[in-house]
């Protein structure tokens, strides 16, 4: 087993982080910091912004606005871009991306800035922005966020080796202190917080180590712009440890869409006509039950959780019904060559459900009751945008090779268990 014990550097974090990022000056002909307008990202821009500043080198700065954001958030934007104007590339990115949407069936996805849906849009397009969908040679209105960000690494890079600097500290996550303990990924000259992603590109994140007390120590003593967003947020009661600014519609992040309507209720106003389905979760994303398939969840009585599954899938749309027939289709069948060849279990042991590693018709109910639309629950990653149809196509065919419930098979919503 590998050493998961931390190392201390005997440095503080604020010292650690200012000689990473000069490092990283140093080493990169190219920078660009992935810019969110949170208090991690924001920490990270001030603490590059110096050492820019020391340099006089001009560095690019990305923020993906998914316009139905608070305006407490872009105002932040627009004034750390307006501190920085003589050290950055301005790279406000406002396009039709398409992202999550946890908080309806009917639109399990949404694409923010839609053409088609102009009228309704929360604000209008912000000045500077890049708007025109030809900007970027490899975009594709409703590309996904997760397939735009390695593209656009790829373009600003120009063959050039470069570094994408990244806001995630490992504190607040288990993914994300994944991600810089794999030893599976290669680093750039041996740092463990480099991560490439391409040959000429790396993640760098020089403030993987600080706490959400450091952020907030470091606000403190340095006096520097930070979101206003957080004092409203701790009035309304939210600790500093819970509280995040990103657009609150995927299936963790919805939890906190009920302090739109508290802190900006103007705004709220225009997301619930424009996010289909945003007010129910504001309403219930804090409830346990089966409402958002949060904790304890239950099934019909009488009813197994297989056929809770069935059921489930009879209510939705038919496009999403079949979308997640599919994702279940898949997830059995891997389990059909892996010492389940006839069926699942209904429901797995306590220790062995908790740790996910026996499947069940339980935890397929409740990837089904969260939404989770890309099935991550079942252990699945995001299907990219463009290769959507193809894999339809083939799914169909495949479902009807496999020895599947007839619920899942084509049409399986005429059949029975």
């Excluded at 923010?112 to 009228?119: A, L, T, Y």
């Excluded at 390695?150 to 490992?170: H, S």
């Amino acid at each position: 087993m590998s050493d998961v014990r931390k190392k201390m550097l005997g440095i503080d974090v604020l010292t650690a982080a200012r000689q990473r990022t000069a490092w990283i000056f140093d080493t990169f002909p190219r920078i660009c910091v992935s810019f969110s307008g949170g208090k991690d990202s924001s920490v990270m821009l001030h603490i590059t912004m110096e050492e820019a500043r020391k340099r006089n080198r001009k560095v690019g700065v990305l923020f993906i606005d998914w316009e139905a954001q608070y305006k407490l958030t872009i105002d932040h934007v627009r004034d750390m871009y307006d501190t920085y104007e003589d050290l950055i590339e301005p790279l406000w990115v406002a396009l039709p991306l398409r992202t999550d949407n946890a908080v309806s069936q009917f639109e399990p996805e949404w694409m923010c800035w839609d053409p088609d849906r102009k009228d309704d849009w929360v604000r209008d397009l912000p000045e500077g922005a890049i708007t025109d969908e030809t900007y970027f040679p490899f975009f594709r209105r409703g590309m996904e966020f997760e397939e735009f960000v390695p593209l656009f690494g790829k373009w600003y890079a120009q063959g050039e080796l470069t570094a994408c600097l990244v806001g995630i500290r490992t504190d607040e996550s288990l993914n994300r202190w994944r991600t810089l303990k794999s030893t599976l990924k290669v680093r750039k000259d041996g740092k463990q917080w480099t991560t490439q992603v391409s040959p000429d590109v790396f993640n760098c994140y020089p403030i993987y180590d600080w706490r959400t007390q450091d952020i907030w120590a470091y606000n403190g003593k340095e006096g520097k712009p930070y979101n206003r967003l957080y004092d409203r947020m701790y009035q309304a009661g939210v600790g500093i440890n819970q509280q995040r600014i990103c657009e609150p519609y995927g299936s963790e992040q919805r939890k906190g869409l009920w302090l739109f309507q508290v802190i900006e209720p103007d705004t709220w106003a225009r997301v619930v006509a424009r996010v289909n389905g945003a007010n129910q979760g504001a309403l219930y994303a804090k409830e346990n039950g089966n409402i958002l398939g949060k904790l304890r969840i239950t099934r019909p009585e009488g009813k197994t959780w297989k056929d809770f599954v069935q059921l489930l899938l009879t209510t939705m749309p038919p496009t999403l019904a079949e979308h997640y027939r599919n994702k279940i289709s898949v997830y059995l069948r891997w389990y059909q060559t892996r010492g389940f060849p006839s069926d699942i279990p209904d429901e797995a042991p306590g220790d062995l459900a908790a740790s996910y590693q026996t499947p069940s018709w339980r935890r397929v109910c409740k990837s089904l009751l969260r939404h989770d639309y890309w099935c991550r629950g079942l252990d699945f990653s995001q299907t990219k945008s463009h290769v959507l149809d193809k894999y339809r196509s083939r799914m169909a065919k495949r479902r009807g090779e496999w020895d599947l419930p007839g619920f899942l098979t084509v049409g399986g919503d005429k059949k029975n268990v």
